[in-house]
């Protein structure tokens, strides 16, 4: 099995990266809209396939999903961004294909990261939480959470970019094969409220599992744990995006910094804080 | 036989904007032409802006040359003798597989002054209508307009030579789509009523604006205007005001468009400023300047949030989406050449058949025609015999000549030569449908 794993690890990676590099092909190329998709929803399938199979076998080996480490996360949001993308958008519109290229890359950076620093010795014991249903649920509302708002985090970085690309007078690929501002705007937007409710989820049931399990650690050590601070912060700046853009008429390209400034927070969260910041969000 | 087939053309590949609007037909013209050909020839005559083409195929019996066709329209003009002449260097010829590139190339939108011209392959389309009514088509040009109509549709969806804005007007909206892609919850105000401005109202009318302000100094043309650009079922409010009460409509603005031809700017920084701060939205505002001299203060496009663009901008895309559809034309050119195979090839199939079958009557026919003149040599019996052995005769003979003709593994060319060998030796009878 653990061949099974390695090879998977091997070939996830390839596997996003030519799915990217289909997209990027003809997002570059001048093909009319039928050819640039034509293989775009298949490609994505076998390669979702071949991600769950990698999660399965993952998980049966480790005898616990992927979500004790946040290299087991990368791997699982990229596996996420690629299934909401597909689900929410691809199939849905064949003019929004700009897009695709961008997700992708992002997939297969998460992929690859995953894949060369994920640890691949067989766990025998792992500690009780990892097979706590709440506990599961409670990963998998953040990384469905996480993966809406690095969506999100993609249209707000296309907008910019044709933005930018407007103003300057560059009619080029970005001008061309991105979807209008208005469009990457209201996509945002969707992500961002897909975000944000299984973010508020995902809190509510790590405060269940707080008060179910007994973690070590007291209230107040709880409430300023660097992860749980930056979570709330994130939500919080999501929430703001949502919920008062209207009083405000946040609209536009103030709106779109305004929830990448919240996707920067998440980085931090889950990159930063996770390398130098005690956090009692380690179980291996 | 395509030999036959004969094409002349005026266009904007030789002819200058004077000499083509002199030669363009009406519908009454092209009717009256159509009619003097109908006993000759089988004929299609398409008359645009940029072109006036005239394709004939002879029926059998009858010659019909460029000269013919050239005179037929430049008679129906009744132009002075010396004009004739002059005229006449202006017109291309065509003749064959040549002829039928040329229809092919044109619907296809290749020949166009604007590469991939969006409204050739309509009316090309109502040319071969206008044929048909006029009874000027036959079994050669039904089956030529399927072909042509075939290479139309194959240059739109196999190629992207139909990508893209091609004119400044339209241009100005594919841009202001880059912004709000759906204009049905967007204000759109124009400012101007002149030809550029209504050409460019029309497109955002005709691309389900939610709301359109028309603003002119001479409020009764504006309304003149509107009359002429506002779609039959449109569901978005339109309206019209005077220049002077510009100022209470631009905060709500989220698409300008201006196209007048007054001297100064009409849409000045300090005013526009005004705009935006009076504007309840922080979504981006879209201004499209297409007038020459300039109407909007170039000194705008610095304010926060909005996206000014000028002719030159404009022309920047145009002019890519040109050099892309330019690089388009060889794949046209690909396709052009299949269909032109294709079509030889089925109008091979089209002669053969009946060629094979006027074949067999006409020796039928004689071998019907001895046996009755010499029946009485014979008794019954005898004349069952002979009768028998005539006939297998003749299949015998005419089996080889049959399969040499049904054969399609060569050149179509090749095969309609023999098909017309074969007419020519037996003294076959071309009956055209």
Request: proline share 3%; with cysteine; glycine share 4%.
């Amino acid at each position: 099995m653990s061949i099974l794993v390695t090879g998977l690890q091997i070939a996830l990676p390839l596997a996003y990266g030519g799915l990217a590099f289909y997209f990027a092909r003809t997002f570059f190329r001048s093909l009319n809209q039928a050819e640039r998709l034509k293989h775009a929803v298949p490609a994505a399938y076998v390669v979702l396939a071949l991600h769950a199979l990698y999660i399965s076998v993952y998980t049966a080996q480790n005898h616990h999903d992927l979500v004790a480490t946040v290299y087991e996360l990368f791997s699982l949001i990229a596996f996420t961004l690629l299934a909401v993308y597909v689900f929410a958008e691809l199939r849905a519109s064949r003019e929004t294909s700009g897009t695709g290229f961008f997700v992708t890359i992002v997939c297969f950076v998460l992929q690859l990261v995953s894949s060369i620093t994920v640890n691949n010795e067989i766990v025998q014991e792992t500690k009780s939480i990892l097979q706590d249903p709440i506990f599961n649920l409670h990963v998998t509302t953040s990384v469905f959470g996480y993966a809406a708002l690095m969506l999100a985090a993609i249209y707000g970085g296309l907008y910019l970019l044709l933005y930018r690309a407007i103003r300057h007078n560059q009619f080029g690929a970005i001008f061309e094969h991105v979807p209008s501002l208005d469009r990457l705007e209201r996509y945002g937007l969707r992500a961002t409220a897909f975000g944000f409710i299984f973010l508020t989820l995902s809190i509510v049931l790590g405060a269940l599992l707080y008060a179910r399990i007994p973690l070590g650690v007291s209230a107040s050590q709880f409430l300023v744990d660097p992860k749980v601070l930056m979570t709330l912060l994130v939500w919080l700046v999501f929430g703001v995006t949502l919920l008062v853009r209207k009083v405000v008429h946040l609209e536009g390209r103030r709106l779109v910094l305004f929830w990448m400034s919240g996707f920067a927070l998440t980085i931090i969260s889950m990159t930063v804080i996770n390398w130098i910041g005690t956090s009692f969000h380690s179980f291996l | 036989m395509p030999e036959n087939f004969v094409a002349v053309s005026i266009s904007h590949h030789r002819a200058p904007v004077e000499v083509r609007e002199r030669l363009q037909l009406s519908e009454e013209e092209i009717g009256a032409i159509l009619k003097t050909l109908r006993n000759d020839a089988e004929a299609v005559v398409l008359s645009t802006c940029n072109r006036t083409e005239i394709y004939a195929m002879p029926v059998e019996g009858q010659a019909i040359d460029g000269a013919h066709l050239i005179h037929k329209i430049l008679s129906i003009k009744e132009l002075q003798k010396e004009s004739v002449q002059t005229y006449r260097a202006y017109f291309e010829m065509f003749s064959s597989a040549d002829a039928i590139k040329q229809i092919f190339r044109v619907i296809a939108g290749i020949d166009s002054q604007i590469i991939g011209d969006q409204q050739i392959f309509a009316q090309v389309k109502d040319a071969f209508r206008a044929s048909e009514q006029a009874q000027t088509t036959g079994r050669f040009l039904n089956k030529l307009s399927q072909a042509a109509f075939r290479v139309g549709k194959r240059a739109i969806t196999e190629t992207t030579l139909l990508e893209g804005a091609s004119t400044i007007s339209y241009a100005a909206v594919e841009f202001a789509r880059k912004i709000y892609d759906d204009l049905r919850s967007r204000h759109i105000l124009v400012i101007g009523a002149g030809e550029t401005g209504e050409l460019a109202a029309k497109h955002f009318a005709e691309r389900n604006a939610g709301r359109m302000t028309i603003a002119n100094r001479n409020v009764e043309k504006a309304r003149e205007m509107l009359a002429r650009i506002r779609p039959a079922h449109a569901s978005g409010t339109f309206d019209v005001i005077s220049l002077d009460a510009l100022d209470a409509v631009l905060p709500k603005a989220d698409i300008i468009v201006s196209a007048t031809s007054a001297p100064d700017y009409v849409l000045t920084e300090p005013s526009m400023k005004m705009a935006l701060e009076a504007r309840q939205s922080s979504s981006p505002v879209v201004m499209i300047d297409i007038a020459v001299p300039r109407d909007i203060d170039p000194a705008i496009s610095s304010l926060s949030n909005v996206f000014l663009k000028n002719i030159d901008d404009l022309r920047t895309i145009v002019d890519r989406n040109t050099d892309r559809r330019r690089q388009e034309i060889p794949k046209v050119e690909a396709i052009i050449e299949e269909e032109l195979a294709r079509f030889l090839a089925s109008l091979s199939q089209l002669e053969v058949g009946p060629t094979i079958k006027e074949l067999r009557e006409k020796f039928e026919a004689i071998r019907a025609e001895e046996l009755e003149r010499n029946h009485e040599k014979f008794d019954e019996r005898s004349f069952a015999v002979v009768d028998e052995m005539t006939r297998r005769m003749m299949n015998r003979l005419l089996h080889q000549p049959t399969v040499s003709l049904k054969e399609t593994n060569e050149e179509t060319s090749e095969q309609l030569t023999r098909v017309e060998i074969v007419r020519k030796l037996f003294a076959l009878d071309n009956k055209k449908e």
